[in-house]
């Protein structure tokens, strides 16, 4: 379970006494993330007992400027965002630069990090996409406006847990994919798909590859109800 | 507003966006219906998921990871002491009609606008986007027809202000209208209010090196 550990083995760097991780959270939405849809929340998730808390660190750097949890999050996203980068056909030398503006923007960006509407794992994701394309295209990158915070929404510490045993599920949903489809879902978000690598890797028509993404996204809708 | 918009961006686009495939005009007209659209923003966030769940190591049996350098997480700090947190974009005054994203392209709201006459009481305003696709601004008085346009590729059309009807349907606020390059309409603005629209054509996009060619026909953009 994802609750603040505050006694384990690891936990020793990271003495800062802190409440509970308290984000603000934004104004309930009608519509919850539909892959996503919180259907039994109190349903056991597969959480890997030994992975940290990733909310609570990340609220850590947040509130306290927490190097010793930076460092553990580091630890981990660092070496994935890097090679994220590198399959997008960045060198060794430009993704460490760009993993490290990942995570620095992860620093300064710490207080924007919503818990109940993505895990850290998914907003890392969505920081290292944005130095993506502004490393391989130049380009700007329009990003919808922020959700307002309501001022008396406090996120309830079941909405963060909901959300997070959720990723777990999507992250369970994935692993459970045929090959085929989670490759080239890979692929896809991984955004090192090809033309001619294709064609030479699979031989597969673009028509079969458009159908191949769609049957993975929908047995992904369905395994997630 | 969100509740009566009926007309929504595609789950090709808003995967695309999601895994940063789109050009910048075509992010910008997802940017701006996600502001204002809870339903795809919803949907854009369960993709954002999937690539988090990617990253985090779902896939293939190893996942990916390449070291850093061992200097790295000093080399942060470093950069850290020298620059403070950043802070979140102002929020959109209550009355505007341009939602965030756009007002970062137009320099403000619709006041801030440098509109161009294009015939029959028309204006548009094209925003500065990298090649490969347009963005623009359009102004139709109420009662008009957009003059004739011909575009190569997909035209995606969202009102901002007012409505508008074609041969096929109506849009108001916060609806997307996607046209083909086959399809032939003729957009005319409702008579009760003049209508502002955001419009985004693909001159036909040319990716290069390693953005995807093949997402192309995947995307129909
Ligand atoms: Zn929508």
């Not at chain 2, 990298?130 to 004739?148: E, F, M, N, S």
Request: charged share 25%; glycine share 4%.
């Amino acid at each position: 379970m994802l609750n603040v550990r505050e006694h384990n083995s690891e936990s020793s760097a990271l003495r800062v006494p802190v409440p509970m991780p308290a984000f603000r959270v934004v104004h309930p939405l009608p519509v919850g993330n539909r892959a996503l849809k919180r259907k039994n929340a109190s349903s056991a998730p597969k959480t890997d007992p030994e992975a940290p808390d990733w909310v609570m660190l990340i609220a850590r750097i947040r509130d306290h400027q927490d190097r010793a949890a930076f460092a553990r999050v580091f630890q981990h996203f660092a070496p994935r965002v890097k090679a994220f980068l590198m399959k997008s056909g960045a060198d060794a030398t430009l993704a460490e630069e760009c993993a490290q503006d990942v995570m620095t923007t992860l620093w300064r960006k710490a207080h924007m990090f919503d818990p109940t509407r993505a895990s850290v794992a998914t907003w890392i994701f969505t920081i290292a996409r944005n130095r993506r394309i502004d490393m391989l295209r130049r380009q700007r990158r329009p990003e919808p406006e922020e959700l307002t915070w309501g001022p008396e929404a406090e996120p309830t510490q079941e909405d963060v847990l909901s959300l997070q045993e959720e990723s777990e599920k999507l992250r369970q949903a994935i692993t459970d994919l045929p090959d085929a489809q989670k490759e080239l879902i890979e692929r896809a978000f991984f955004g090192d798909l090809s033309h001619s690598e294709i064609a030479a890797e699979t031989g597969l028509p673009l028509g079969t590859i458009k159908s191949r993404i769609r049957l993975a996204l929908d047995r992904l809708r369905h395994a997630m109800k | 507003m969100t509740d009566k918009i009926k007309h929504h961006l595609s789950d090709d686009l808003l995967i695309a966006y999601s895994a940063g495939l789109l050009n910048e005009a075509f992010s910008l007209m997802v940017a701006t219906h996600v502001s204002l659209c809870d339903t795809c923003r919803a949907q854009l966030e369960s993709f954002d998921a999937v690539g988090g769940a990617i990253l985090e190591g779902s896939g293939l049996p190893d996942v990916p990871q390449v070291a850093m350098s061992p200097d790295a997480i000093d080399a942060i700090f470093a950069t850290i002491d020298l620059a403070p947190a950043q802070e979140t974009r102002a929020a959109r005054r209550k009355d505007d009609v341009l939602p965030a994203p756009l007002q970062d392209y137009v320099g403000g709201d619709l006041a801030a606008v440098k509109w161009r006459p294009v015939g029959m009481g028309v204006k548009q305003a094209i925003l500065p986007t990298a090649k490969g696709a347009t963005a623009r601004l359009l102004y139709i008085p109420a009662g008009a027809a957009v003059p004739d346009h011909s575009h190569n590729g997909t035209e995606l059309t969202m009102v901002l202000k007012g409505a508008f009807s074609d041969e096929y349907d109506s849009f108001g606020p916060g609806d997307v209208e996607t046209a083909d390059q086959d399809v032939t309409h003729t957009p005319v603005a409702d008579i009760s209010e003049d209508c502002i629209c955001l419009a985004v054509t693909d001159a036909p996009l040319k990716f290069k090196g390693v953005i995807p060619r093949m997402l192309q026909p995947f995307l129909r953009i």
